[in-house]
């Protein structure tokens, strides 16, 4: 079975467009674990344009599931991560600027860097995955940080998808080959969806975790969207 870790920073950026607490970010989680999700997610970046550190400290008292904390482990990131706890931290290279991640690591390239963070999160009993391109040198040099997993970048797979399905999953596929010979877990995530799941985890062998926020919030949006539109008819009647 592949888990599901359901990703809230939407919700956040959601509730910050107006101030106020609406939506209740932590009533909205508790809810997703009750919907039987086993996993939440969040990234907070650097400007708290969406996850606040204090939404992520507020968190940790109330997520009973899985919690997964993403991010660039700049030094604020690692003293909230060491902090919080978490089940797990995903490494993400990001810019401080980047409105969304956009690559994996290179840990051939930061491979020094990655060893001394994963040494340190996992001296705490977080365990540890390294975002990372399906690029068979980037999960052999994730290998060799020492993390329990990666997390598979799948927007590129979410890109092709719909013009070349096996194109698409083969680099995946491979990847995931690798990561088994390497013993590392397998995580994926970026811009999956109800569209592409389905084939994603049928043809990628032993993906422990998925998680998913913008297509599945925007989903959430669209299948609620006629009954709330209806909801409000009846009562304009
Ligand atoms: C690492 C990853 O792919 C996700 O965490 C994604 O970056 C979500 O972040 P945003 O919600 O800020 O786009
Ligand atoms: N790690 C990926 C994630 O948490 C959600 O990414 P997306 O579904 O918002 O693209």
């Given at each position: 079975m592949t888990k599901l870790s359901v990703n809230i920073n939407k919700i956040a950026t959601l509730r910050n467009?107006?101030?106020?607490?609406?939506?209740n970010l932590l009533k909205v989680a508790t809810d997703i674990e009750a919907f039987g999700a086993q996993g939440i997610t969040i990234h907070p970046r650097p400007d708290e344009r969406h996850i606040k550190y204090e939404d992520a400290r507020a968190l940790k008292n109330i997520v009973t599931t899985e919690f997964n904390i993403e991010g660039n482990p700049v030094p604020k990131f690692i003293d909230l991560v060491l902090d919080i706890k978490p089940t797990q931290v995903t490494l993400v290279p990001d810019?401080?600027?980047?409105i969304t991640s956009n690559a994996g690591w290179d840990t051939l390239t930061h491979k020094d860097f990655l060893k001394e963070v994963i040494a340190t999160f996992k001296n705490a009993g977080i365990r540890t995955s390294i975002f990372t391109d399906a690029n068979i040198k980037m999960v052999e040099g994730a290998a060799e940080t020492g993390t329990e997993r990666i997390e598979l970048y799948t927007e590129s797979y979410a890109q092709q998808f719909s013009l070349d399905k096996e194109n698409s999953i083969a680099p995946f596929i491979e990847a995931a080959k690798t990561a088994n010979k390497c013993n590392l877990g397998i995580n994926a995530g970026h811009d999956l969806s109800l569209d592409n799941i389905e084939y994603f985890k049928e043809n990628v062998?032993?993906?422990?975790e998925v998680s998913i926020g913008h297509a599945l919030i925007c989903e959430s949006l669209y299948l609620g969207l006629e009954n709330v539109v209806n909801m409000y008819l009846n009562k304009l009647k």
């Amino acid at each position: 079975m592949t888990k599901l870790s359901v990703n809230i920073n939407k919700i956040a950026t959601l509730r910050n467009s107006r101030g106020g607490n609406v939506p209740n970010l932590l009533k909205v989680a508790t809810d997703i674990e009750a919907f039987g999700a086993q996993g939440i997610t969040i990234h907070p970046r650097p400007d708290e344009r969406h996850i606040k550190y204090e939404d992520a400290r507020a968190l940790k008292n109330i997520v009973t599931t899985e919690f997964n904390i993403e991010g660039n482990p700049v030094p604020k990131f690692i003293d909230l991560v060491l902090d919080i706890k978490p089940t797990q931290v995903t490494l993400v290279p990001d810019a401080v600027d980047a409105i969304t991640s956009n690559a994996g690591w290179d840990t051939l390239t930061h491979k020094d860097f990655l060893k001394e963070v994963i040494a340190t999160f996992k001296n705490a009993g977080i365990r540890t995955s390294i975002f990372t391109d399906a690029n068979i040198k980037m999960v052999e040099g994730a290998a060799e940080t020492g993390t329990e997993r990666i997390e598979l970048y799948t927007e590129s797979y979410a890109q092709q998808f719909s013009l070349d399905k096996e194109n698409s999953i083969a680099p995946f596929i491979e990847a995931a080959k690798t990561a088994n010979k390497c013993n590392l877990g397998i995580n994926a995530g970026h811009d999956l969806s109800l569209d592409n799941i389905e084939y994603f985890k049928e043809n990628v062998p032993d993906l422990l975790e998925v998680s998913i926020g913008h297509a599945l919030i925007c989903e959430s949006l669209y299948l609620g969207l006629e009954n709330v539109v209806n909801m409000y008819l009846n009562k304009l009647k």
